[in-house]
């Protein structure tokens, strides 16, 4: 049974990236793609954007004079706001399904609308989804969105920090091995991503992945001993909600009867709105060992972050 019910109102595509979308009367969902003929579908997690039109008529009242589609949005649907659904509620469209995959969006360049207005509301109050069951959708179609399971497999994200890594100087062991681990304990893999020990870098990165892709736990690799380049726990406790030492400091306690070098960890382990932050060091063997200590007990702390609100800050029905 649905939650939520709306229609749309308008759907938009455009053939070529950099080119602004226009209004169609029908279209058709293609499973792992998006929309037929859009430039934006493809084998990724953003396969089709949406947005309420609640927003765009309030952001029209400003004197803003956008038309279907100026946003980059593929549909815009009336009586829900999208912007408040879950990460992973599931959307039906006829007989089409999407689950949405991400809220919001980071504005690389700002847009004419932007420029025009000071101000763009697809960055704050826009969607994104996965097509995962494919059919015709048509203007005027009921949307029906449903909550996602409590009991859903668990959200991980993992994060390489390497200078030579990101420069391809060498091969990341570290992060396919966290990969490995968790997909055995059950979790699916949202993202992975390489980069170099940069702040600014690993910040982004980790608001993005909280605040957007909503996982339940992030892990990082590297960056966590006395070089002046590791700046991984500090950067971490900077985009904290709340700290959650107990995870870092078992995983410090444990690595005790293994080597003392484990008194040269400065990893840290923090919460970010309903996402477990968690650093490891950055070798294979240190993070098998790693994950090994944390993986169960992390189980309950995940479910009580779903359990008291669901996934970003929306009251569970």
């Not at 953003?46 to 803003?64: I, M, P, T, Y």
Request: overall charge negative; proline content about 4%.
């Amino acid at each position: 049974m649905s939650d939520i019910t709306g229609r749309i109102r308008a759907i938009c595509i455009s053939e070529k990236r950099g080119t602004v979308k226009h209004e169609v009367p029908s279209a058709i969902l293609v499973k792992d793609h998006g929309i037929e003929g859009d430039s934006h579908a493809g084998k990724w997690h953003r396969q089709v954007s949406l947005l309420s039109g609640s927003k765009v008529d309030a952001f029209n009242e400003k004197g803003a004079g956008v038309s279907n589609g100026d946003f980059g949005e593929n549909l815009i649907i009336d009586d829900i706001d999208v912007r408040e659904l879950p990460v992973g509620s599931v959307i039906k469209i006829g007989n089409a399904v999407l689950r949405l995959t991400q809220r919001g969006k980071e504005c690389h360049s700002h847009c004419q609308i932007y420029k025009r207005m000071g101000e763009c509301i697809m960055p704050t109050e826009g969607v994104f989804a996965e097509v995962i069951e494919g059919g015709e959708i048509k203007k005027g179609y009921t949307v029906e969105a449903e909550y996602p399971d409590i009991n859903r497999p668990f959200q991980a994200a993992v994060i390489t920090l390497s200078d030579k890594a990101s420069k391809g100087e060498r091969e990341d062991s570290a992060g396919p091995k966290a990969v490995e681990i968790l997909k055995g304990h059950g979790y699916e893999i949202t993202e992975t991503v390489l980069i170099p020990d940069d702040k600014e870098k690993l910040k982004s990165e980790l608001i993005r992945l909280s605040d957007g892709r909503c996982a339940d736990l992030i892990i990082t690799s590297g960056g966590t001993g006395f070089s002046l380049r590791d700046i991984t726990p500090e950067v971490t406790l900077e985009v904290a909600d709340r700290n959650a030492p107990g995870i870092a400091e078992y995983m410090r306690l444990k690595s005790f009867e293994i080597t003392d070098r484990a008194m040269l960890s400065r990893a840290a382990s923090v919460i970010r709105g309903q996402t477990i932050i968690v650093n490891l060091p950055g070798s294979p063997g240190a993070v098998e060992e790693c994950l090994g200590f944390i993986l169960k007990p992390l189980e309950h702390g995940i479910r009580i972050l779903r359990g008291s609100v669901t996934e970003c800050a929306k009251p569970s029905p």
